[in-house]
């Protein structure tokens, strides 16, 4: 148990549906990361959201659409996904290194793997 | 984004120290270096990290070359729990404080 819970787990989907996944986390972290694992590849880091805010975002298509109402939670909306979407989706949460000063680690979820067929 | 470098897998035997290598030549003044390990069917998890000097904590040890080009992490008895991807990863808190994850070594612990 790592403090942050990512739901569903487990998730299959068609091409033209509408689903979210969500993240949240109960360690009073102010930061909080979307990442995607595709298999035999390195993970990759999609986005980055700091005291609420997005500072960083990956080049990530729009069919992804990050949401993160409170620092607590993080969502990630997903519409009209391809196959090659299917992954694992990994879900952080750290203190903001820029607000502490200090690179203190991030916690993550179990991840959310989705299928698209 | 400074880069590491890491082997793609190395074998241990159970109970035997490992060291677990790790090169950065460009890295900058102000990024850490951070290692994190992934299970089977798990999230990564945070194992260890440092700036300059050596570090220890419960789970691994950090040596950290003078000249920060390179890093070794030191599992000292390794156990069938330590089979994982190691990630070798450094985190430039100057900027968003993101991690960029590369391909890791594939640590195998053999009984």
């Known amino acids: 148990e790592t403090g942050v819970t990512q739901t569903p787990r487990h998730l299959v989907m068609g091409m033209t549906n509408k689903k979210s996944l969500k993240c949240e986390q109960h360690?009073?972290?102010?930061?909080m990361y979307w990442y995607k694992q595709s298999a035999k590849k390195p993970l990759e880091l999609m986005f980055v959201y700091s005291l609420e805010e997005r500072v960083e975002n990956n080049s990530v298509p729009s069919r992804f659409s990050p949401e993160c109402p409170n620092s607590s939670h993080l969502f990630l909306h997903l519409h009209t996904l391809q196959p090659e979407d299917s992954a694992l989706y990994l879900c952080?949460?750290?203190?903001?290194?820029?607000?502490?000063?200090?690179?203190?680690?991030?916690?993550f979820g179990e991840g959310s793997r989705l299928t698209v067929l | 984004d400074a880069k590491t470098t890491q082997p793609n897998s190395m074998e241990s035997n159970e109970e035997e120290p490992v060291h677990l290598p790790c090169n950065h030549s460009?890295?900058?003044?102000?990024?850490?270096i951070h290692w994190y390990r992934q299970l089977p069917s798990q999230g990564p998890e945070y194992v260890i990290h440092g700036l300059t000097s050596n570090v220890n904590n419960r789970m691994a040890s950090l040596a950290i070359a003078e000249d920060r080009k390179s890093s070794t992490l030191i599992l000292h008895r390794a156990t069938l729990r330590d089979a994982a991807v190691y990630y070798c990863i450094l985190r430039d808190v100057g900027n968003t404080g993101k991690l960029i994850f590369g391909q890791g070594t594939t640590l195998q612990v053999k009984p």
């Open positions: 360690l009073g972290h102010n930061a």
């Open positions: 460009t890295i900058s003044g102000t990024d850490y």
């Open positions: 952080a949460s750290s203190q903001d290194p820029l607000a502490s000063g200090r690179a203190g680690e991030l916690f």
